[in-house]
């Protein structure tokens, strides 16, 4: 049974920074991508990152670029198993949301394609992240 769990929400203020972590387990194949979503009250789910657990290539929406730091942080020899973060500086009330960790089986993320949620097939509950002004 497939298990992906998000951890580390919170509040913070305005230019705080935070760090969730995900870790995805119980897949009989191989976790190819990973990302973190996010969704804000009213707003659609959308992406924030994503990497690629192979060959590590990372992609970031644009929010994201230059406060935001994807990593893997754990792979089991056979990516059964493994373990995501997202390091958030420069936090902003724009930023708070529902924090959503997913997973893609069997292929890569590309630059054309990582922002698709319907290529990842695990996700987790979310975290609740709030920064307050």
């Known amino acids: 049974q497939v298990h992906v769990a998000e951890s580390g929400g919170g509040s913070v203020q305005t230019g705080g920074s935070l760090r969730l972590s995900c870790e995805a387990s119980?897949?009989?194949?191989?976790?190819?991508?990973m990302g973190w979503f996010r969704q804000a009250p009213g707003k659609e789910r959308e992406v924030v990152a994503a990497?690629?657990?192979?060959?590590?290539?990372?992609?970031?929406?644009?929010?994201a670029k230059g406060r935001f730091t994807i990593s893997l942080d754990k792979v089991d020899r056979g990516y059964n198993t493994a373990s995501l973060s997202l390091q958030m500086h420069s936090l902003n009330p724009e930023d708070t949301a529902m924090y959503y960790c997913?997973?893609?089986?069997?292929?890569?993320?590309?630059?054309?394609?990582?922002?698709?949620?319907?290529?990842?097939?695990?996700w987790g509950q979310g975290t609740q992240v709030t920064v307050s002004s």
């Open positions: 990497i690629n657990v192979g060959d590590a290539a990372i992609h970031y929406a644009d929010p």
């Open positions: 997913a997973a893609r089986a069997g292929r890569f993320c590309y630059s054309y394609n990582y922002q698709d949620m319907g290529l990842y097939k695990f």
């Open positions: 119980g897949y009989t194949y191989t976790y190819a991508c």
